[in-house]
């Protein structure tokens, strides 16, 4: 299989601090591949990175054979690649449509400018957001609350809205920065049924996640990082009895 991404000798400084350090590993096409390691390891600033969130101190990330550090969001989004944030980004006072659709015209990059050339084909563009919206809410069962206010609706809803945007554009590689913290268990459950199903429709997920349930039954392949480092990485059997990951989050 070939690999989706590649990354290479990845750093990040902050005034100071070093929050990834000359961090290196590879994913397999058709995998989920897991990002562990302790609070305030840098798990959040290398996925940040690798979609062009953050700008990097040095090293490059490539998406298949294309080097996309050093580009931005935008152009990383139009690689078909997606991701959810840590700390939801949804517009509270917004409807569950309508956070979808936002999401999918922020993605494309000329959208205001087809508005200002063509308010015809914005209108076009337009429906088919709409459509879509449709679609990704039916399959994530959220179509019954499609009209809700966000900050109406239950945490567990409003993670699944987020998981609903980042598939508006139909990505590719989809990286889920911790999707499931802070579901109760049922909720937990019912969520990582979708994101499977999401998986198997074709979409590879590279994952941050803390629950370690959830990460040994769902991943292919786990990178363990601690202060920035990779400190191990392999199968989730391999990952479960390596010693130094089991002293970083005890010593955490
Ligand atoms: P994780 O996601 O593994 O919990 P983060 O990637 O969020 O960790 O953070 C790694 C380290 O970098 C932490 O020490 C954090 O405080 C620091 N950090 C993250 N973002 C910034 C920032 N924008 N400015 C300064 N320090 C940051
Ligand atoms: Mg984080």
Known sequence: MANVLTVEHLTKKFAGLTAVNDLSFTMKERTIHSLIGPNGSGKSTTINMCTGSLPITSGTVKYRDEIISGRVLHEVASRNIGRTFQNL????????????????????????????????????????????AMEVLDYIGMYKYRNETVANLAYGQQKLTELGRSIMTAPKLLFLDEPAAGLNPSERVEFVKILLKVFDDGIDLFLIEHNMDVVMNISNYITVINFGSKIAEGTPKEIQNNDEVIAAYLGS
């Not at 999918?104 to 563009?125: C, H, N, T, W």
């Open 89 to 132: 980004k949804l517009f509270g006072s917004m409807t569950v449509e309508e956070n979808l659709m936002v999401g999918m015209q922020a993605q494309m990059k000329d959208g205001i400018l087809k508005f200002l050339v063509s308010p015809a084909s914005a209108k076009a563009e337009e429906k088919r957001a709409n459509e879509r």
